[in-house]
């Protein structure tokens, strides 16, 4: 097992940065999910930690060793693909068991770690099947086996889950989330998933065009995005511009205050208020605070409803809340209104920044 260290790196193919200058330690035992949109860098970090790609520059270590220039052999780490790469010749012990074979384990420990292997992901009783007869969790599990079997000092996840339906990848989620702790292994995991990465994640490294926009507790960069990039891609956001009072909040341009912490801005500096839509309330036309605005949308998702409206301060705003919270209709006129500590602002510098 080990920690993670990049230091300055960074791949090119010709004119396209695929990872800028990338300088970051995952600590031991660590669960880290790299998220952006595509072609923002995930599955390219992934490679160069594997050693399937190599760096235009920068040093990546593991457990302390410069493994830069290593072939993937010799970084002993366990790779998972959304794909589960099972060999479908093969049954269940002998994929599990692969990886100890090429490294000439005796026969007598193969049997022992893939059968201890096995227990860990519930598929006792297993061994003998071929991949064709798994379920898809059932495979999915599989590969998960045979990645951690020969304990590596790194797990990698590339989209691993994306291939389930969501019943089962969210069933599927608790168990890796268990596993690695129990295993305390250092992970990382490639999804485009949010869900998956809040819930999965100790921390949260979001790219864009290959550049490290943020990377923090899924907390932290939920509720206090580094900029309108962040704050925009993971999960809706209502985004309201204004310029800052001091010590007040954030006055908009068509007067309404917006109460919030000012974290130190300058008085009459431009900003972004950031406001996530489950902390929304709406609140009937006559209350005597919040922003006038009218229901457009009324859109039902069984646990919970997201109402989309027209407000008088220009934005349109998003307010979402469990299922028979907080009724309003189409075309009702309402208020909306959120506690001050629910509001996070942005910087003008940090308004446009997505690179």
């Not at 490639?190 to 943020?214: K, P, Y």
């Not at 859109?299 to 919270?325: F, K, M, N, T």
């Amino acid at each position: 097992m080990g920690a993670i260290e990049f230091d300055g790196v960074a791949k090119r193919y010709g004119p396209v940065h695929a990872v800028r200058d990338l300088t970051m330690r995952v600590p031991e035992g660590e669960f880290l999910t790299i998220l952006g949109p595509s072609g923002s860098g995930k599955t390219t970090i992934l490679s160069l930690v594997a050693g399937l790609v190599p760096p235009t520059g920068g040093r990546i270590l593991i457990a302390g060793r410069d493994v830069t220039n290593l072939e993937p052999q010799q970084r002993r780490i366990g790779l998972v693909f959304q794909s589960y790469a099972l060999f479908p010749h093969l049954d269940v012990f002998r994929n599990v068991a692969f990886p100890l074979a090429v490294r000439g384990r005796p026969r007598s420990e193969i049997a022992d770690k893939v059968a201890a292997a096995l227990a860990r992901v519930r598929l006792d009783g297993f061994a003998r099947r071929k991949p064709q007869q798994l379920s898809g969790g059932q495979q999915q599990r599989v590969a998960l086996a045979r990645a951690f079997v020969f304990e590596p000092d790194i797990l990698l996840l590339d989209e691993p889950l994306g291939a389930l339906d969501r019943k089962l990848r969210e069933e599927v989620q608790v168990e890796l989330k268990a596993l690695q702790r129990d295993l305390g292994i250092t992970t990382l995991l490639v999804t485009h998933d949010q869900e998956e990465a809040l819930s999965l994640s100790d921390r949260i490294i979001v790219l864009d065009h290959g550049a490290m926009q943020q990377v923090g507790t899924p907390d932290e960069v939920y509720r206090r995005p580094a900029n309108r990039f962040v704050a925009g891609f993971l999960g809706l956001a209502n985004l309201l511009e204004g310029r800052v009072e001091a010590g007040r909040g954030l006055r908009l341009p068509t007067g309404e205050l917006v109460a919030c912490a000012t974290q130190g801005l300058a008085e009459g500096s431009p900003a972004t208020a950031v406001v996530r839509p489950e902390r929304v309330r709406l609140l009937p036309e006559t209350a005597g605070e919040g922003i006038a605005a009218r229901v457009r949308q009324d859109v039902y998702l069984g646990h919970l409803r997201r109402w989309h409206l027209d407000s008088d301060a220009g934005p349109e705003l998003i307010a979402a809340a469990a299922d028979g919270v907080g009724q309003a209709a189409i075309g009702d006129r309402v208020r909306v209104a959120w506690a001050p500590e629910d509001v996070w602002l942005l910087p003008e510098e940090a308004r446009g920044a997505a690179a």
